[in-house]
């Protein structure tokens, strides 16, 4: 179903005119069509890499792929303005109903998609308070951003406790029980508490506190 003709060239500037439309397509554009409960008229024949309808025509190796909706828009009584682009009101690329297309500038066919999508993919309102726009002029999702926001320093707190790096005071290097035991082994064959600091990657101090801390877990009855 999705095929795109290999020596085509999709043409969207082109000014394509009625008159250009050879009889033999005419008479079976609309056989590779089909209608959707919501009006649509959908393309069923080749589909492009944007997934716009293609149709092509002319002699072999020398074929040219237009798009579907600008050719329906033509077949209409429709004239291309080669500056503008042919809007679908109904935001569905397959459609080539022709009542669903109109001629607009690029810039407004932007705005208008753009002001289609009332929310965001996590179906948060794209308005009102939850509303941000981004320096560069993007709708950015409040409630999104904070999640992303509170995500990223979770995980860079879970990171950093992991190579260790927290600061004594916030969330210090939890040690395993084992860890703990080599600790006190090492006490125990004379290794300096300042070389076994340094091979934990711990102050002084805090061997201290887990050697003595531990001293006392095991003291208890
Ligand atoms: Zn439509
Ligand atoms: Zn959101």
Request: charged share 25%.
């Amino acid at each position: 179903m999705a095929y795109e003709p290999k020596s085509g060239t999709v043409e969207t500037s082109i000014a394509l005119r009625l008159e250009d439309i050879p009889e033999a397509t005419r008479a079976r554009f609309w056989a590779k069509t089909c209608a959707n409960d919501n009006g649509c008229v959908e393309w069923t024949g080749a589909v492009n890499s944007r997934g716009y309808g293609s149709v092509g025509w002319g002699p072999r190796g020398q074929n040219k792929s237009y798009l579907a909706h600008r050719v329906s828009f033509v077949l209409a009584g429709g004239i291309l303005e080669p500056s503008l682009t042919i809007d679908h009101i109904c935001r569905n690329r397959l459609c080539v109903n022709a009542a669903h297309l109109e001629q607009v500038t690029g810039k407004e066919n932007i705005q208008r998609a753009a002001r289609l999508i009332t929310h965001c993919k996590h179906g948060h309102p794209l308005s009102g308070e939850n509303l941000r726009l981004s320096s560069r002029g993007k709708r950015v999702c409040r409630t999104c951003a904070a999640d992303r926001s509170a995500e990223w320093s979770a995980a860079s707190r879970e990171s950093r406790r992991a190579r260790g790096l927290m600061k004594s005071g916030r969330v210090a290097r939890q040690f395993t029980d084992e860890e703990l035991a080599e600790m006190h082994k090492f006490v125990s064959l004379g290794v300096s508490k300042a070389r076994i600091a340094s091979d934990f990657k711990i102050s002084f101090k805090r061997l201290t506190k887990l050697l003595s801390a531990n001293d006392n877990a095991e003291a208890k009855p």
